[in-house]
């Protein structure tokens, strides 16, 4: 299937009805959209394809159907359920939208932890989840900050450092510190 503004509208619309009642969600994820397309648009990206991955990053927010995921995606999501909207959105992503580019997949699968060699498409809607305008907690006004004036890679290493800051009991995912300190090890061979 194309992949169009025309297409992303259906898609959006299709998001908003499946979120009826959850209005600040979908604020929030029309706010994810803005960031990742002007992200996108600065960093040469296909603002068609982050806008898509976008608007479907929190798709199943409220959604705990787990069973439609692989055993080894529901064992992660058991033991990380923090997880779980997003595994739960890629799948709708791919059998509901049709959403077959893995890049845009791998975005919404990723947005929340994100994973080790991160493509542009997700690092995009990874920080997008994080600093959009509609995000009022002081770290995310300082993150949005570090995105906006120094860069992308930046704003990811701070984003981290304030998530695993808040994490309960003390028990962030594996990927969390591998993931920071390998934008660590980027900055600092730059």
Same mark, same amino acid.
């Not at 994820?29 to 803005?34: F, K, L, Q």
């Not at 975005?107 to 994100?114: F, K, L, M, S």
């Not at 591998?178 to 900055?187: A, D, F, G, M, W």
């Given at each position: 299937?194309?992949?169009?503004?025309?297409?992303?509208?259906?898609i959006?619309?299709?998001?908003r009805?499946h979120?009826?009642?959850?209005e600040k969600?979908?604020?929030h994820?029309?706010?994810?959209?803005?960031m990742?397309?002007?992200?996108?648009?600065?960093y040469?990206?296909?603002?068609?394809?982050? !806008?898509?991955?976008?608007? $479907? &990053?929190? +798709?199943?927010?409220?959604?705990?159907?787990?069973? #439609?995921?692989?055993?080894? %995606?529901?064992?992660?999501?058991? !033991?990380?359920?923090?997880? $779980? &909207?997003a +595994?739960?959105?890629?799948?709708?992503a791919?059998? #509901?939208?049709?959403i077959? %580019?893995?890049?845009?997949l791998?975005?919404?699968?990723?947005?929340?932890?994100?994973?080790?060699?991160m493509?542009?498409?997700?690092?995009?809607?990874?920080?997008? %989840?994080f600093?959009?305008?509609?995000?009022t907690y002081?770290?995310?006004?300082?993150?949005?900050?570090?995105?906006?004036?120094k860069?992308i890679?930046e704003?990811i290493?701070?984003?981290y450092?304030?998530?695993?800051?808040?994490?309960e009991?003390?028990?962030?995912?594996?990927?969390q510190?591998?993931?920071?300190?390998?934008?660590?090890?980027?900055?600092?061979?730059?």
């Open positions: 299937m194309e992949l169009s503004e025309e297409r992303f509208n259906e959006k619309e299709a998001v009805l979120l009826e009642g959850h969600r979908f604020t994820i029309m706010g994810v959209v803005r990742s397309e002007y992200l996108a648009k600065k040469g990206y296909d603002p068609i394809k982050a !806008k898509i991955a976008a608007v $479907l &990053h929190d +798709y199943s927010k409220y959604d705990k159907n787990i069973e #439609l995921l692989s055993k080894e %995606d529901q064992k992660e999501c058991i !033991k990380y359920p923090f997880l $779980l &909207h +595994y739960l959105s890629e799948y709708y791919k059998n #509901l939208f049709k077959m %580019d893995k890049d845009i791998n975005a919404i699968r990723n947005h929340v932890i994100g994973r080790l060699n493509s542009l498409l997700e690092e995009i809607v990874f920080i997008s %989840d600093t959009e305008e509609g995000r002081e770290d995310c006004i300082k993150c949005r900050e570090i995105l906006l004036n860069g890679n704003a290493i701070y984003s450092e304030a998530t695993m800051n808040h994490i009991d003390n028990n962030p995912h594996p990927l510190i591998e993931v920071l300190k390998s934008y660590k090890e980027k900055i600092k061979n730059a």
